[in-house]
T-cell receptor, first 111, second 113 residues
Framework: KQEVTQIPAALSVPEGENLVLNCSFT??????LQWFRQDPGKGLTSLLL?????REQTSGRLNASLDKSSGRSTLYIAASQPGDSATYLC??????????FGAGTTVTVRA | GAGVSQSPSNKVTEKGKDVELRCDPI?????LYWYRQSLGQGLEFLIY????????KSGLPSDRFSAERTGGSVSTLTIQRTQQEDSAVYLC???????????FGPGTRLTVL
């Protein structure tokens, strides 16, 4: 059974600092990895999808890397802003087509 | 519509009653998923539909839970004889095909009194 872990559980940084969020998974036989953002009381917003054949994916200030062999992904958010405050979730799709989620990292960016 | 929609957004019911939750996926998406997010717990998979194939029901927590997808589009998740532990946010997602990026709806917050 795929286990997904996100460290740290919470992170507080001053505005302008770069954010580094970590995700690890136990079974490297994945099809893709997806990063989401969740605001309090809201649904999930997809940020980035990395296919298993890719090493990284970029969108604006966001960059996600994937190392399948070591079972790790890292989400980098450059020059953080207060609007980046949210919970960030990592999820992997294995051969059963279902997303297995981590517990998330709750980020607070202080103005 | 442009995104995944779910209704109702909130549902309060009494223990023992049945509830139906609805999901409208993105038009043309063949894969549809239901997940549950309970307070203090992570997101857990419930059921998955892909085209006309038999659904993967391996995540349903008990036989009180069932789901159907009519015409390959709209899906309904039904919970019979609701219990307090069923209280959670129920999230629906769709993707163009299996493995691809999943897009989530806003969820239905279910409260069982």
């Amino acid at each position: 059974k795929q286990e997904v872990t996100q460290i740290p559980a919470a992170l507080s940084v001053p505005e302008g600092e770069n954010l580094v969020l970590n995700c690890s998974f136990t079974d490297s036989a994945i099809y893709n990895l997806q990063w989401f953002r969740q605001d309090p009381g809201k649904g999930l917003t997809s940020l980035l999808l990395i296919q298993s054949s890719q090493r990284e994916q970029t969108s604006g200030r966001l960059n996600a890397s994937l190392d399948k062999s070591s079972g790790r992904s890292t989400l980098y958010i450059a020059a953080s802003q207060p609007g980046d405050s949210a919970t960030y979730l990592c999820a992997v799709i294995s051969d059963d087509y279902k997303l297995s989620f981590g517990a998330g990292t709750t980020v607070t960016v202080r103005a | 519509g442009a995104g995944v929609s779910q209704s109702p957004s909130n549902k309060v019911t009494e223990k023992g009653k049945d509830v139906e939750l609805r999901c409208d996926p993105i038009s043309g998406h063949t894969a549809l998923y239901w997940y549950r997010q309970s307070l203090g717990q992570g997101l857990e998979f419930l059921i998955y539909f892909q085209g006309n194939s038999a659904p993967d029901k391996s995540g349903l927590p008990s036989d009180r839970f069932s789901a159907e997808r009519t015409g390959g589009s709209v899906s309904t998740l039904t919970i019979q004889r609701t219990q307090q532990e069923d209280s959670a946010v129920y999230l629906c997602a769709s993707s163009s095909v299996a493995y691809n990026e999943q897009f989530f709806g806003p969820g239905t917050r279910l409260t069982v009194l």
